[in-house]
């Protein structure tokens, strides 16, 4: 009966390790909210990831395939949706960021190749995604579109 209870709990012990290691979100990572993104200069702009420090991304791509770049669009906030090439969404904690006019917006969950933009100004609109690894490393694989907010 011994050897049950600890064949259980070995089991157990094993299922929630895995359960922790890449498998969910790391503690404290921010989640795309529908508040106004803060104003650059503010405390609250500060961005988490530097963008002049991107590594190396081998063979992966980015791509943004939704919207097209000079769309015009007429709401101050929209879907972006991407395409990726050797860099499976979701695995191995591999994920992309969305920048709008160079503020950081978001970051995709597990597998979802599409984010909310938001809070665009009136005029042309700078769209950046980046691709990232499991230590939020920003890679150097990113596309960038412009898209007209006429309210």
Known sequence: MIRRF???????CLI???MTT??????GTPTPTSEPAP?????????HHAQ??????????????????????KNN????????????????????HLYVNGAEQGMSQGNSPALQA???????????VVLSNELHQELNATDTISVRYEP
């Open 39 to 47: 104003t650059e200069g503010t405390p609250e702009a500060v961005h």
């Open 52 to 73: 002049g420090n991107r590594i190396e991304a081998g063979d992966a791509l980015v791509k943004i395939v939704s919207p097209q770049d000079g769309d015009v669009i």
């Open 16 to 18: 929630t390790i895995l």
């Open 118 to 128: 938001r809070d665009l100004q009136p005029g042309e609109n700078t769209i950046e």
């Open 77 to 96: 906030s929209f879907i972006v949706r991407v395409e990726t090439l050797n860099w499976p969404l979701g695995e191995q904690g591999h994920h992309w």
């Open 6 to 12: 600890l064949a259980l709990l070995m089991a157990l």
């Open 22 to 27: 890449g498998c969910t979100q790391p503690a």
